[in-house]
């Protein structure tokens, strides 16, 4: 398994917290459930105690990684020093050879969310783009073969 970044933003730290916090509640309906389940007789064909045993598994399973992991994270609080180059938790707007803009932020791999264009600090695109600066190009290896950008914007909010 491949070394994550121990960084993480304020936010996915909370978020990470507010799952942990969540989970623990879910897991108390859950043994809830399964307890019921049990109650009814034979366990071995009894779907809904199978469902609920392997539910249960699945959710002490993510108790367990987060409860390892959230210790080990540095959340990252505040602005760099020098906004006018790439560093974690920037929001950085690329535009390619045709002219097309687009806008990435670097975040920790707890919290990457390709749907907003946020993305691991441990990706090819982020390790590409950290310590660059206004108007420098990078060249990155992306599932369509090689391709250059140029940073167009950086921004820290």
């Not at 790439?86 to 390709?114: K, M, N, Q």
């Not at 600090?121 to 600066?133: E, F, H, N, R, T």
């Not at 060249?139 to 909010?157: D, M």
């Amino acid at each position: 398994m491949a070394v994550r970044s121990l960084y993480i933003t304020r936010a996915g730290y909370n978020n990470l917290q507010g799952e942990l916090n969540h989970i623990w509640i879910k897991r108390r309906e859950v043994t809830a459930a399964l307890a019921d389940a049990a109650a009814e007789g034979d366990r071995s064909e009894n779907a809904e105690y199978i469902y609920r045993k392997k539910e249960l598994r699945g959710i002490d399973r993510r108790i367990r990684y987060l409860q390892k992991r959230i210790p080990e994270l540095n959340v990252v609080d505040e602005q760099p020093s020098n906004t006018n180059t790439v560093y974690f938790a920037a929001w950085v707007t690329l535009e390619d050879p045709e002219g097309r803009e687009t806008t990435y932020r670097i975040v920790g791999s707890d919290e990457f969310d390709p749907g907003n264009n946020w993305i691991s600090v441990d990706s090819p695109m982020a390790k590409a783009l950290i310590g660059k600066a206004m108007d420098e190009e990078i060249l990155v290896e992306t599932p369509k073969g090689k391709q250059r950008f140029t940073v167009i914007a950086i921004l820290y909010k």
